[in-house]
């Protein structure tokens, strides 16, 4: 996926200029990603999002990668994927 969208165009160097969305796209994909449970509320902090438990199902190992993950979040994913 595009970063800054679903979509992309391509740009007449050969390149792909990424698309934005308007903002009704972006709340509908949102609330999308909430219902099959790819992103979740945070509910410590209004208006805030998390990982949801589908994405820690079907992506460990994608998460598992980012350098940024901090170790006790690593270590839960990797007990649950032994």
Known sequence: MPLGGFGATQASQGGTVPQRLAVGEREASLQRFLEDGWLAEFPQVPGSFTLGVRTLLELPG???EA???????RQVL???RA
Not at 67 to 73: A, G, M, R, S, V
């Open 67 to 73: 350098e940024e993950l901090p170790e006790t979040t």
């Open 78 to 80: 990797e007990r649950c």
């Open 62 to 64: 994608w998460i598992l």
